[in-house]
């Protein structure tokens, strides 16, 4: 970012946040785009707020690559020269007034966020209720849609606008669902969702347990617990090229728990121990052989 807009975005960011209350008062926060040097279609959009009161503060930021297009700011604004800017970031949720300095493929400065009460009233006829001010911030730096929200419903029916805000916390977002659909995993609870991200299940992951002969139908609970055991890919590839093929789950969570490694399966051949059965290679390695 440009010394200019970086003296701008540190007084920016030293600017005292307006807390929101029930009469609708607006969030000052802040913004950021930087151009993305890989793809020119592309900017990295952030922004960052928080509210103060007599329980302490509150605060969070939100960060992610997005389409230009969406980021609201003329493209031959952020190119050109650095220059006071003001546009708008409108989402279903609600609309980012935005205000600041812009050029040379970056920007910063301030927002206030209005919420959209077609949104809210949306949600609320759908039996979710209506968010507060505050959720309807999260909801709309996430960049949630009434699409996904029934997208969601589907799987939850008795999900509640919270729930709705704590799934976008957890980073679950519709091309994580639709990604997770694209492997057979359809209609997860927003509780599913929620616990598969934060095991850090991707489709990279499921696609390389797969892609090593982990054919078999998993659950995602399964998966989730393949994954906190450090079962990977690479583990399951290892133990078909030694003739494990086609171990179920809790077989390739007990090998990899013993510590049961390709090398230490090689060592047992040398000795002219071959195709020795899943439990007793668990004893041997226990053992200490």
């Not at 996904?148 to 419903?153: A, G, M, P």
């Not at 934060?198 to 797969?210: P, S, T």
Request: aromatic share 8%; charged share 20%; net charge neutral.
């Amino acid at each position: 970012m440009r010394p200019v807009l970086i003296a701008a975005f540190a007084a920016l960011f030293a600017a005292s946040s307006v807390p929101a209350n029930a009469a609708g008062s607006q969030t000052v926060g802040r913004w950021s785009i930087l151009q993305r040097t890989d793809d020119q279609s592309r900017v990295q959009l952030r922004f960052e707020y928080d509210e103060r009161s007599d329980r302490g503060t509150w605060n969070s930021s939100w960060s992610s690559s997005v389409p230009l297009a969406e980021a609201g700011i003329p493209a031959d604004r952020l190119r050109g020269p650095i220059a006071p800017v003001t546009f708008a970031i409108a989402r279903e949720p609600g609309t980012f007034s935005c205000t600041g300095s812009a050029g040379e493929n970056s920007g910063a400065g301030q927002f206030t966020y209005a919420p959209s009460l077609r949104f809210d009233d949306a949600l609320a006829s759908r039996g979710l209720g209506r968010p507060t001010y505050r959720e309807s911030l999260e909801l709309a730096t996430s960049g949630m849609t009434l699409a996904f929200v029934d997208q969601l419903r589907g799987s939850s029916p008795h999900a509640t606008v919270a729930d709705i805000v704590r799934i976008v916390q957890h980073g679950v977002t519709p091309r994580y669902v639709a990604e997770l659909a694209a492997l057979g995993y359809r209609n997860l609870s927003v509780d599913q969702l929620m616990r598969l991200a934060d095991h850090g299940v991707r489709e990279r992951y499921v696609a390389e347990l797969r892609g090593a002969g982990l054919a078999q139908p998993l659950t995602a609970e399964q998966l989730m617990t393949l994954r906190d055991h450090g079962v990977t890919g690479k583990y399951v590839a290892e133990l078909a090229a030694d003739g494990y093929r086609n171990l179920a789950a809790d077989e390739l969570i007990a090998l990899r728990d013993h510590g049961v490694t390709a090398a230490f399966i090689a060592r047992l051949k040398t000795h002219g121990y071959a195709n020795v059965p899943v439990r007793d290679l668990i004893r041997l390695r226990d053992a200490g052989i």
